[in-house]
């Protein structure tokens, strides 16, 4: 079993940055593809990144937000550049089994979740 630790989190102007991470403890960290998603008020929970041997994007972060991975500290970190109103939301990483079935962009195919960090950012 994995448990997923968010912080970072925090108010910010549009335009600038805030740093995310993740912290896990359990077993098999590497075992585990690492996702960051989030949830806006009102709408679905949304695939934001896949930290795994290969990083996966989404198309609306692309170029701003930045992750990295370090299996020695169980340890993930999103770098969020250039943030604006849109990116406004609760944040959370999620943990899915490598070889476990299912697309990498869908929340229900996660096996854990962290409670999450909201990133508010002001216009």
């Known amino acids: 079993q994995v448990q997923l630790v968010e912080s970072g989190g925090g108010l910010v102007q549009a335009g600038g940055s805030l740093r995310l991470s993740c912290a896990a403890s359990?077993?098999?960290?590497?075992?585990?593809?690492i996702s960051w998603f989030r949830q806006a008020p009102g709408k679905e929970r949304e695939f934001v990144v896949l930290i795994s041997g290969n990083t996966y994007y989404a198309d609306s972060v692309k170029g701003r937000f930045t992750s990295s991975r370090d299996n020695a500290k169980n340890t993930v970190h999103l770098q969020m550049n250039s943030l604006t109103s849109e990116d406004t939301a609760v944040y959370y990483c999620?943990?899915?089994?490598?070889?476990?079935?299912?697309?990498?962009?869908?929340?229900?195919?996660?096996?854990?979740w962290g409670q999450g960090t909201q990133v508010t950012v002001s216009s």
């Open positions: 359990g077993r098999g960290f590497s075992s585990y593809h």
């Open positions: 999620a943990a899915k089994r490598v070889g476990a079935p299912g697309a990498f962009t869908t929340a229900g195919n996660y096996d854990y």
